[in-house]
């Protein structure tokens, strides 16, 4: 399996002598790192492990104001090479180096004493136990150390040898989903174009493959891949790739970028994290403290917003923790990140992505912490109801779903088919979204309580509107996504669904002796006015009624088929508006066509009552409107 060797440790303490020693190649491409004789950007190199696979080799600046660098750098890594100088020991920088390595999950690595070669042994056993305190409660406790001199090659021989120890008895088991390369290095190549640079944290990449470069989206071709300078037809996770791409500027791409597969399309600006705050911090991080976030190899100003009532997050703890950011990244389920002050000066802590597409948390949400521990998980199936439960949305796409927890469209397709808990949507042989059981039985609840106290309050209603329902449902609902809940709950026989309302199975509207009396004045005043019925303004006042009630009636009535809903706020008797459809049917039949104002001198009535009864028409399905006339719609 392909492995990436990095190094870290303090300033001037012979990171980048000891690759050359060991590997014969100079990492120090820049030139002003050559003549400063120290490391500002990433260099690469490769070492041959004696069964002859070659590694990678990724050389990390040390200086602090080359932080970013070496987090640009530092993900990916198999096995670390810690330098501490004989003559210094361990420095301020070799902790913040080492919490890097602790909070990116780092466990393989060898403490290396450079420079043993101009101190006494005494100095050398002094660094050894300083570099044994340091590495207490961290990912690296309990690490090889080894004395090396880069310059007489005392130790390097033993350094191989524990090298190729550690690497060819580690099976890192690849990372899930699909390929993804967070770009350290963009370039433009004379004769070839631009050609970016990084490690491959997942999945493959063949030459000709189509790529997405996010958060742009822009997509283009591969034109070539080389691994350890040789061209080769395909690269892997956890190799040193460089990518030859096709139709783009170098202005286009930048560190920070990433280069995947197409079935990657979502950024984040807002993720869900278990946050660690480490004793280097030396003191509390405060709740909405704004924070420099380096994920991959981007980095952005963000906020940390703590999860549980927090005020404050103390060294040497961990708390469940949204992260903001003011730039969209890429990032997903298990990614590691590191959180530094917003001025860069020092390294607070970090952490793990649980929920790289979260929503904002009202601090009456429940159950956001039992939700995230469950997105720890290794098991796929776990992991997607989890994220399915902590969605505000009722149901989610498949294609956010298998993002979401980081696997491959397929795998997550397959997973959520066979489980009964998971609730597809609108069904199981044409899945467009996917719920889970128990927000459908939450929402089943919801729904009989809402509309059993809609009946109660309004028992001469037929129904309750469902756009009214919706609004005031726990969970959210794409419009295509509560129609099919909307089939479901009458599929079910827990609502019934009459035009654009829902009621329950048992409601039926019974009107007591005062309505029923009231209804049948009603019923007088529209039949007695004939093609001219008085709007709701007039009956209102007539009846000396309220409105309320005289919606309410008119709606009973509307079910009972004793009048009809023509506009807004006219209504016709029903026995007139058969001889009105049935006066217009015979003209067109005669006569083929009708004008407006034909059909107003039919009728008798006027054009204030005419268009509204033509547009019923036509809204019905009788007529069709050519130009200025109407005619029989045919069937």
């Known amino acids: ?33 050559q003549e400063r004789g120290i490391s500002i950007d990433l260099g690469f190199a490769h070492f041959d492990l004696p069964n002859g696979e070659r590694v990678g080799v990724v050389d990390v600046p040390g200086h602090e104001r080359f932080i970013r660098n ?32 602790h909070l990116l999950g780092l466990t393989r690595g060898i403490f290396v004493i450079t420079k043993a070669d101009i101190v006494d042994p005494a100095r050398v056993a002094e660094v050894h136990e300083e570099i044994e305190i340091l590495t207490l409660d961290t990912t690296l406790e309990g690490a090889p150390i080894i004395p090396v001199s880069s310059v007489t090659g005392l130790g390097l021989e ?23 390369l967070p770009v ?70 930048a560190r920070g970028d990433v280069v995947c597969h197409p079935k990657l399309t979502l950024t984040t600006q807002r993720f869900d994290a278990l946050v660690e705050i480490r004793p280097g911090a030396k003191r509390e991080v405060e709740n909405h403290e704004r924070v420099r976030v380096h994920l991959g190899t ?7 917003i703590m999860l549980d009532g927090r005020e404050v997050l103390a060294p040497r703890s961990t708390a469940f923790c949204q992260i903001v950011l003011e730039e969209p990244v890429v990032t997903l389920r298990g990614d590691r990140f590191i959180l530094r002050n917003q001025t860069a000066q020092g390294t607070l802590g970090g952490g793990e992505v649980l929920h790289p597409f979260a929503q904002r948390h009202r601090r009456s949400e429940s159950g956001v912490c039992d939700r995230l521990s469950e997105l720890r998980t ?54 467009e979204a996917y ?70 199975p048992s409601h039926t509207v019974k009107l007591n002796e005062n309505e029923q009396g009231l209804a049948g004045r009603v019923e007088k005043l529209l039949h007695d006015a004939g093609f001219t019925p008085p709007d709701l303004n007039e009956i209102e006042s007539k009846l000396a009624t309220p409105r309320k009630t005289l919606l309410d009636l ?56 005419a268009i509204p009864l033509l547009e019923y028409f036509d809204r019905t399905g009788l007529t069709l409107r050519v130009g200025d006339v109407r005619k029989l719609r045919k069937r």
Not at 76 to 85: C, Q
Not at 88 to 98: K, N, R, W, Y
Not at 203 to 231: A, F
Request: net charge negative; aromatic share 6%.
């Open 1 to 33: 399996m392909p492995h990436i060797i990095g190094t870290a440790g303090h300033i001037d303490h012979g990171k980048t002598s000891l690759i050359k020693a060991l590997t014969g190649q100079e990492t120090d491409r820049l030139k002003e790192e």
């Open 70 to 101: 070496m987090l640009a750098g530092a993900h990916g890594i198999d096995l670390v090479l810690f330098t501490v100088a004989a003559d210094d020991g361990v420095m301020p920088q070799s902790e913040e180096h080492l919490d890097f390595l």
């Open 158 to 180: 033993r350094l191989r040898q524990a090298i190729a120890e550690q690497l060819t008895s580690y099976e890192r088991p690849p990372l899930p989903g699909y390929f993804r």
């Open 184 to 253: 350290d290095r963009a370039f433009v190549m004379k004769g070839h174009g631009v050609v970016v640079t990084g490690t491959a944290l997942a999945g493959s990449l063949r030459e000709g493959d189509t790529v997405r470069i996010l958060p742009g989206g822009e997509e283009t071709r591969v034109r070539g891949i080389q691994v350890h300078g040789q061209s080769v037809a395909s690269a892997h996770w956890g190799q040193r790739v460089a990518i030859n791409l096709a139709g783009l500027e170098k202005r286009d791409l």
């Open 298 to 304: 981007a980095e952005v100003i963000g906020k940390v």
């Open 378 to 431: 290794t098991d796929l199936l776990q992991a997607c109801r989890a994220y399915l439960e902590a969605q505000s949305e009722f149901a989610a796409p498949l294609e956010e779903i298998y993002q979401g927890v980081n696997a491959r469209e397929e795998e997550a397709a397959a997973i959520l088919a066979q489980e009964p808990e998971i609730l597809p949507l609108p069904t199981a042989s044409h899945p």
């Open 435 to 504: 719920s889970v059981m128990s927000k459908w039985r939450t929402l089943t609840a919801e729904v009989t309580r809402f509309l059993t106290a809609f009946h109660q309050g309004t028992p001469l209603a037929r129904g309750m509107d469902m756009e009214s329902l919706r609004s005031q449902l726990t969970f959210s609902f794409a419009p295509k996504i509560f129609r099919a809940v909307t089939e479901k709950l009458v599929a079910e026989g827990i609502a019934v669904r009459e035009e654009s309302t829902l009621r329950l």
């Open 554 to 609: 008119l709606a009973v009535l509307e079910t009972r088929q004793k009048v009809v809903k023509v506009a807004t706020e006219l209504y016709f008797d029903g026995a007139v508006m058969d001889k009105a459809k049935t006066a217009l049917l015979a003209h067109l039949s005669a006569h083929e066509e009708i004008t407006a104002a034909g059909f107003r001198d039919l009728l008798g009535v006027s054009r204030k009552t």
